[in-house]
Nanobody, 127 residues
């Protein structure tokens, strides 16, 4: 089982940047795919970015070229760098995890596979 704890959210003006982090704990976290999701008020939760244990990344079209996901192999911390923020990026951001499967191609890239969740950190972008 994996435990996830997000931090780094806050309020920023449009065009600004933030860096979110997710501290992970539990057994064999290095064998887990990691991801970021977000949920805006009144909307469903949506996938933002994923990263495999080998560092392969995948992004939602809405954040490509602006957000960067990364993971630190030393302590399995997950990061999300948010640049060129827009008001529509305002949401609660969650990190997520799932044990990587090598039986299915692009397993980590599929946002539907994730089953461990953090509590979230709020990002508010003002225009």
């Amino acid at each position: 089982q994996v435990q996830l704890l997000e931090s780094g959210g806050g309020s920023v003006q449009a065009g600004g940047s933030l860096r979110l982090s997710c501290t992970t704990s539990g057994r064999a976290v290095h064998t887990y795919c990691l991801a970021w999701y977000r949920q805006a008020p009144g909307k469903e939760r949506e996938g933002v970015a994923t990263i495999s244990i080998g560092g392969i990344t995948n992004y939602a079209d809405s954040v490509k070229g602006r957000f960067t996901i990364s993971r630190d192999s030393a302590d399995d911390t997950l990061w999300l760098q948010l640049n060129s923020l827009k008001s529509e990026d305002t949401a609660m951001y969650y990190c997520a995890a799932v044990r990587q499967s090598f039986l299915v191609s692009d397993f980590c890239s599929d946002f539907k596979n994730y089953n461990y969740w953090g509590q979230g950190t709020q990002v508010t972008v003002s225009s």
